[in-house]
């Protein structure tokens, strides 16, 4: 029976932090990421959705992002290799052809 108290105990423990769980902030996707494959083009898409297309500042903070982080440009290896460097700079790879729906989704998220 001396036995068993420690064990009890450790249940307990255990069965009351397998209760905590961390939730996602208010807005953010738990949808899977896009899957991707070795011979789609792939693009970065902002988290915050805006596009640098009709905003030069956006377009030149992306261009200094990506030389920063993209050492090799050219091919999905060499994007891939740069996805760490900048998600930390707040954008994300996703297949080129779900781009515009991933922005779309960034951009609803952040009420734009």
Partial sequence: MKHSLPILIVLAAAAGLAGCQ????PGYS????PRMTDNEPLAW?????QSGRA????????AA????CVQQPGDNAALRAAESC?????????PASQAAA???????QARY
């Fill in 65 to 68: 992002d990506r030389a920063a």
């Fill in 86 to 94: 900048m998600s930390q700079r707040g954008y994300v790879l996703v």
């Fill in 102 to 108: 991933t922005a779309e989704q960034f951009r609803r």
């Fill in 45 to 49: 898409v902002r988290t915050d959705g």
């Fill in 30 to 33: 738990t949808a899977p990421a």
């Fill in 55 to 62: 905003n030069p500042a956006l377009a030149d903070q992306f």
């Fill in 22 to 25: 961390t939730s996602p902030p």
